[in-house]
């Protein structure tokens, strides 16, 4: 969720507590491009959590499976080791959420093709290292296996299949995708494999309306900050949240304690000065 | 010449033994594909964070195990933390760099099942992934050193849950190597940051292993050790272990063609002997090969399973790299005889620069190999990789697969031969 919100900063919608209530009423909630979003993200988180924890070794119930371990002989693990983690985080992932949309309607099947999304990123993220054991440390035997990337890095690939996230739409239980239509039987094969999907188009995010989760956009911050490593959405965010939403952008002086000439170690202990610092604010202001 | 076998066969037999040879060789690759198992098995293992009572300053150790999963899956002399940079952890005043203790125990247990090494699974590899967070204050500088104090140590199954014997503790210097693109450029981003080698154990004798790492930081009026090295959020080991199927798979198949060689050897040496000529130089050297690929046959790997024998790794070096010597001598007088001109030499002496070059040749790999595995007989941790020099090579030798490199350069010198000669 704080991947959610940090993704969604400088957005009108900035991913509120209450989107991810999906697991109490997942049939009131609007299929709209935010709550595909959602969908992706939890379902992604899901297979992530689950993955480092079984790497932990704490977590009691990850499975081997002996898929493609050539089972003659199979007593799993003293013949062909275990399988990876992240298969067994996909799993979960389907088992938790795909399980929860019992409908056959368009909704629903929206809902698991996001899903599906969110556990794509996961392993298309992932990175293949390898390391070589051969005669005298050669690479003439070498093992390879995938790295879970860092859950920002996840973030923001979804972020990007947000943007380009594609709508679908529906009449008598017929798909309108494009100028094609086709049979929704067909099942979500037919959606786009590498996009997020939505039925309904977004509520405007501008004005709060509760029964879409908008809380409006005022007295949400902006930034102004300038320079080549600010990505677009920052750059803007004062004319779209605020400006463009018929706000004005009020700004704010104020002065920050924070620490400054820190002694840091790699870890857990800061010896640090307090300075007082002056730090610019824009709030969107009626 | 009179021949010895071949020379002897019409061509209807030596079709039909060919054929057979081909039919052998495929249906070992068969079983390798088929039957056999990946080779290696690779588990990611992820360190518990450990708070432990009392500070040990660089290069002390103590004589306690940190354990993340004891009796009933509790942790022993360890209070594990979630998170080392939480502000939580960063106000507590007891949470210090030299209080942390990173603990591996493996292998991981799956499905309320407690896992546990297999002898068969013959070798055990560590390699080291540092999860390091991009702050604005505390960048990583340049190619930081890491000074890791660690300890390994084995428990058996009939061991109690807290009984681990030390094999190794040592304090070991590791090159960090960490980059970060631009546009990550914000904090909670990590850095991708290489791979470093940890451990090497030429022995999977014992069921479990525990792994103590810590990462300690000097006192203030000494020289700063594990400074510059970024905010580390968490330390995942990687162990590869062979698999054991894959072992037994291999070794079946040494048991069998071991004495098939032996008889065909003695069989050949028997007929030459019969011969009213001495031994031709080739066919000394066909003996030599002969004796270099039993001895890479014999399936030592059975002893394993009763005997610890931690030398395994070096020792299957070394039946490797005179295999490959012999071979190469072999294909040098096998050119020199039959390809290079009319002349038959007939005499190792006539060979002496081709095979000396070979010779030393291997014998580098073989000091190499002594001054890298020799070492890490007494000490595990050692890696001759984590000096700058060594850190080049082996780039340039993963890069480049040492084995090749041997092949071409072979090919190259007898090219050289034939044109010169």
Known sequence: MEECQKQFVWDRWNCPRNAFTLFDKSDTQPANQEMAFVHAIISAAIVHTVTRNCSLGHYENCHCDNSKKGTIGANGWTWGGCSDNVRFGEQVSKGFLDTRERGHDVKALVNLHNNDIGRKVVRNTMKRICKCHGVSGSCATQTCWMRLADFNVIGDRLKQAYNKAQQVDYEYNRLNYGKERRNIDTGPSNFPKKHLVYIESSPEYCYTNDTAGSHGTEGRECSRRKGKHVPREERRSCKNLCRQCGLRVRKKVLHVESSCNCKFHWCCEVKCDVCRKKVKQFVCHR | ?421
């Not at chain 2, 390699?127 to 204050?137: A, G, Q, S």
């Not at chain 2, 210097?173 to 980059?179: D, H, I, Q, T």
């Not at chain 2, 090497?200 to 525990?210: A, I, K, Q, T």
Request: with cysteine; hydrophobic share 45%; charged share 20%.
């Open chain 2, 1 to 421: 010449m009179s021949g010895t076998i071949l020379e002897n066969l019409s061509g209807r037999k030596l079709a039909v033994l060919v054929s057979f040879i081909l039919l052998c060789q495929i249906a070992c690759f068969l079983i390798g594909g088929c039957i056999a198992p990946a080779p290696s098995n690779v588990e990611n293992v992820l360190g518990t964070k450990c708070l432990v009572d009392t500070a040990l300053s660089p290069g002390t150790f103590d004589d306690h195990w940190h354990i993340p999963r004891g009796h009933d899956r509790r942790p022993i002399n360890c209070h594990p933390i979630n998170n080392i940079n939480s502000p939580e952890a960063i106000k507590d005043e007891r949470v210090t760099p030299n209080k942390i203790v990173f603990a591996f125990q493996i292998p991981n247990p799956k499905v309320n099942e407690v896992l546990d090494y297999s002898r068969w699974m013959q070798n055990l590899i560590g390699v080291l992934h540092i999860e390091v967070l991009y702050k604005e204050n505390i960048p990583i500088a340049g190619k930081p050193i890491l000074s890791l104090d660690v300890k390994l140590g084995y428990r058996n199954k009939w061991d109690p849950d807290d009984k681990y014997t030390l094999i190794a503790k040592s304090t070991e210097k590791r090159y960090m190597s960490c980059e970060i693109e631009d546009k990550r450029k914000i904090e909670g981003y990590q850095y991708d940051c290489d791979l470093l080698p940890l451990f090497e154990l030429g022995s999977l004798h014992h069921d479990f292993y525990l792994i103590n790492l810590r990462l300690p930081v000097a006192e203030s009026n000494k020289e700063p050790i594990n400074e510059g090295i970024g905010q580390i959020e968490d330390i995942i080991v990687v162990v590869i272990n062979q698999n054991g199927g894959f072992t037994k798979v291999w070794v079946s198949l040494k048991t069998v063609f071991f004495p098939v060689i032996i008889g065909l050897m003695i069989w050949f040496w028997h007929r030459i002997l019969l011969l009213p000529r001495p031994p031709a130089l080739l066919e000394k050297m066909l003996l030599t090969l002969g004796i270099a690929l039993s001895l890479l046959n014999l399936p030592l790997e059975f002893l394993t399973l009763w005997v610890e024998m931690p030398f395994m790794l070096l020792l299957s070096d070394i039946r490797q790299g005179l295999f490959y010597a012999a071979l190469l001598s072999f294909w040098l007088i096998f050119c020199g005889e039959h390809l290079m001109d009319d002349v038959t030499r007939g005499r190792v002496r006539s060979y002496w620069k081709h095979l000396s070059a070979v010779g030393f040749g291997c014998l580098c790999l073989f000091i190499f190999d002594m001054c890298e595995r020799g070492v890490q007989l007494k000490n595990p941790f050692y890696s001759i990789w984590v000096t700058d020099l060594g850190t080049n090579l082996a780039y340039l030798g993963g890069r480049t697969d040492l084995g090749k490199n041997l092949a071409v350069f072979s090919a190259l010198f007898i090219k050289y031969e034939i044109d010169s000669g």
